[in-house]
């Protein structure tokens, strides 16, 4: 076999088209949803080298359009989740004894495939099937999606270089395995580049993949999973299948084989998991690796000092940008008194100024959320804030789901830090804001800290370097990612690697180095040149 140390130097991170109007990628953009929309597909399961459909079929809609039908896809079932580990397993010798630069090769030829050809059509696709505005997907679909495959080869290649040193007469190496298993990907509806990054992370590692996407990414999915196809990812390496959670978890958390997951999804479906992982131990070939991003309800804290068009900007851009429905998205923020009075009027201002309707009028800065159960967990909400003494709508509040799931994005003044929609999730475009006495910034650090669970992201906005250095002190472990004077959105593969803790999840930090070593188990091999011939040490000599 021929052999070389193979360069994967760090790449730059994909640029981001604008889709400006007379621009040939908003020509391209513009002609493949429209090839898409009127060209109805019928989405199979991909398990092994079969295509497999079922007679249980769902239709695929437009979340800002019910009447239109973009195709149906197969509801697979028990046998299919099997069928999918078999297959999985029946890959992995392959797969893992595949030389490194060539598995490498598979995922960077997608990421150009995802450059280039499929460019359009993968934007298109998440606009249709996920209700995102051209330039949301552009950043998702496109950008995020080809960085994670792109910078997930060059995190790897360093993670290969690390070796131990060896005394004399001796050599130590490192050998990083794949898990011992399969790995189970189970991913979100809000990110294409989340839907993609999970199982082939796991997967570039050697490692063979279910995967599992919410129904409604499906559409995406599915376009991802082809392209993966044609760059080369052997059958039976990642398997996508369309079966319910719950028969999923029974399915894979009951079998030797399991060797990890990696999710994104609820705090509440990931701690059930957990449970269910650890009730189940004794039934495992080894400990799988747990790695899991969650829920979050992301602050932004202002202080006194801050520039209120700034806090604006971010406010809005921030809380309601792609409906508020990102992991990310601030939704909670507190708003020293001598700065309200302006900020309330640029949100006011600003929501009033934003067009809301379908992705193909790329003048809408709003489109739909997901579906009609998020609508009503959302639109419940509203309702409670316009209803009880201790809140206040500020502006928005209009539901509407006749034609597509569509939801004002509104802002709630809490008269009580702890008011419900300052502590729950809800994963929408509410942005709810507690105004406090522009003295108390350090008190208001303590609610901040203390009101919610969780601990995704979060941001501090002030012109006083003290309060910067006092909030990013005292906020250490209120968020993962957290940020001065932006928004706590937007975190770019290589730059801010993403993950949260407390019940934001494990922190694992996708987008970096930190991630890939959970896929991997290290062997240390010793090889003694001159094996000693005589079990006694010199110091049992006799004087």
């Known amino acids: 076999m021929h052999q070389g140390t193979f360069s994967y130097p760090l790449p730059a991170n994909e640029p981001v ?3 400006a109007p007379g621009s040939k990628e908003r020509e391209n953009l513009k002609a493949a949803l429209a090839l898409l929309k009127s060209t109805p597909i019928d989405v199979p399961m991909y398990i092994g080298s079969a295509e497999v459909r079922t007679s249980k079929k769902e239709k695929l809609r437009p979340p800002h359009e019910h009447k239109v039908v973009l195709g149906t896809f197969s509801i697979g079932e028990k046998k299919h989740v099997q069928q999918a580990i078999d297959a999985a397993l029946a890959a992995k010798q392959y797969w893992e004894g595949m030389t490194w630069e060539s598995r490498a090769a598979i995922f960077l030829k997608a990421a150009d495939l995802i450059s280039t050809k499929y460019r359009a059509r993968m934007n ?25 495959l792109r ?37 979100p509806f809000n990110f294409t580049a989340i839907g993609g990054n999970l199982p082939t992370s796991a997967a570039l590692c050697g490692n063979v993949v279910v995967w599992k996407p919410a129904h409604t990414q499906i559409y995406a999915a599915q376009l991802f999973m082809r392209i993966l196809k044609e760059a080369g990812l052997p059958d039976g390496v ?10 999923v978890g029974d399915v894979c958390f009951n079998h030797r084989d399991f060797a990890g997951i990696h999710f994104t999804g609820s705090t509440g479906v990931f701690n059930h998991m957990w449970e269910t992982i650890g009730k189940n131990i004794s039934k495992y070939r080894t400990y799988p690796r747990i790695v899991g991003e969650t829920g979050g309800k992301d602050f932004v804290m202002v202080h006194k000092s801050a520039d209120a068009d700034e806090v604006a900007t971010a406010l ?77 709508v500020v502006v928005g509040g209009t539901c509407d789901k006749r034609e597509g799931y569509f939801i004002q994005p509104t802002v709630i003044e809490a008269k009580d830090p702890r008011f419900i929609t300052m502590r729950e999730e809800i994963f929408g475009p509410v942005l709810t804001v507690y105004v406090y006495p522009a003295g108390q910034f350090e008190k208001t650090l303590e609610l901040v800290d203390h009101t919610s669970p969780y601990a995704l992201t979060g941001s501090i906005f002030s012109r006083d370097r003290a309060a910067i250095e006092t909030a990013t002190r005292r906020l250490s472990n209120a968020a993962g990612n957290f940020y001065i004077n932006d928004k706590p959105t937007g975190a770019v593969v290589g730059q801010q690697p993403f993950g949260g803790a407390r019940a934001s999840g494990t922190n694992d930090k996708a987008g970096s180095i930190l991630n890939l070593y959970r896929w991997l188990s290290v062997r240390t091999i010793k090889e003694t040149y001159n094996p000693p011939v005589d079990y006694r040490y010199p110091f049992m000599a006799e004087e």
């Open 17 to 19: 088209l604008n889709y």
């Open 124 to 148: 298109a696709a998440t606009m249709l099937g996920q209700s995102k505005n051209a330039y949301q997907a552009e950043i998702d679909s496109a950008c995020e999606l080809i960085d994670f």
């Open 151 to 187: 910078f997930n080869v060059h995190f790897l290649s360093e993670i290969y270089k690390q070796q131990p040193i060896s005394g004399a007469g001796m050599h130590n190496r490192l050998e990083y395995r794949p898990l011992e298993g399969f790995v189970l990907a189970i991913t």
């Open 238 to 247: 990642i398997n996508l299948i369309y079966v319910d959670g719950p028969v």
């Open 316 to 392: 809005l851009r921030g809380a309601f940008e792609y409906q508020g429905q990102k992991c990310s998205a601030a939704s909670r923020a507190y708003i020293p008194s001598n700065l309200w009075k302006d900020i309330r009027k640029k949100l006011v201002d600003g929501i009033n100024s934003f067009k809301m309707g379908s992705v193909e009028d790329f003048s809408n800065f709003i489109n739909a959320v997901i579906d009609e159960k998020s609508f009503d967990k959302i639109s419940s909400y509203i309702e409670k804030a316009k209803k009880d003494p201790k809140a206040s």
